[in-house]
């Protein structure tokens, strides 16, 4: 009864929205198993908008947001290429490749990306800077149960985590809305000025539950 209790009082504790303001999350070393699970109670999406900022030296491939469902695992997903100015931004299990980012290692960067189910367009913000318009997939919502990861690919629902794909840097700031937000939001995400929290996911109220090596940091935007 008492490991009952104890198991219930954890359980309660990660469900509780946490303020993770001047907080980030620190992904020190290569695994196929340490990433984080998010927490929402949206299940049914007819458009995406994704921000976050991150911070890595990896030249490889890595994942920095995967959201997937049982009937479609790469439902929408931001994943950073090899070559240095290369994304992929995937909806639906369809995705669409964005050149011509200006990409450094070693830096904070922001990403925002965007789409629609009934248009199928999405569309990608390195710091502010979009890129083209691109159709995707159209037709369908996201439909849940969703479930959210940081740090790896899932490759199928909840798992299939690579190891060459796993996040190593440091994230923060991460908020997704259940519309495309306006260009003029997302640039007053990249300056850091004031802008709608997300409505999905909120960083100053986060649902989430940490798996492996993985820290929360104090994030210091400057000095």
């Known amino acids: 009864m008492v490991l009952l209790l104890l198991l219930v009082m954890l359980t309660s504790c990660a ?9 980030m999350f620190t992904f020190p070393q290569e ?47 931001i994943f950073k290429r090899t070559a240095s100015d290369e994304f992929e931004v995937w909806a639906k299990d369809r995705y669409a490749i964005l050149y ?11 990403v925002c990306s965007t789409w629609d189910a009934a248009s199928g367009v999405m569309q990608f913000w390195l710091d502010g800077k979009p890129s083209s318009r691109k159709f995707v997939r159209s037709g369908s919502n996201i439909n849940g149960p969703i479930l959210i990861v940081l ?14 794909q796993s996040f190593v840097g440091m994230m923060a700031d991460l908020h997704m809305w259940d519309y495309v937000i306006s260009p003029c939001e997302i640039h007053s995400y990249s300056e850091q000025q004031i802008f709608t929290l997300g409505n999905v996911l909120d ?18 935007k400057t000095c």
């Open 15 to 23: 469900a509780i929205p946490q303020d993770l303001s001047d907080k």
């Open 31 to 77: 695994t196929n198993t340490s990433h984080v699970r998010l927490t929402s109670s949206r299940q049914n999406l007819g458009a995406v908008t994704v921000c976050l900022r991150f911070f890595t030296d990896l030249k490889r491939a890595h994942s920095l947001f995967s959201l997937a469902a049982p009937s479609v695992i790469e439902n929408f997903l």
């Open 100 to 110: 011509g980012q200006d990409y450094k290692l070693n830096t904070w960067h922001s």
């Open 151 to 164: 740090g790896q690919d899932q490759d199928s629902y909840g798992g299939g985590f690579d190891i060459k």
């Open 203 to 220: 960083w100053s109220a986060l649902e989430f539950q940490i798996s492996g090596k993985v820290l929360i940091e104090d994030y210091k």
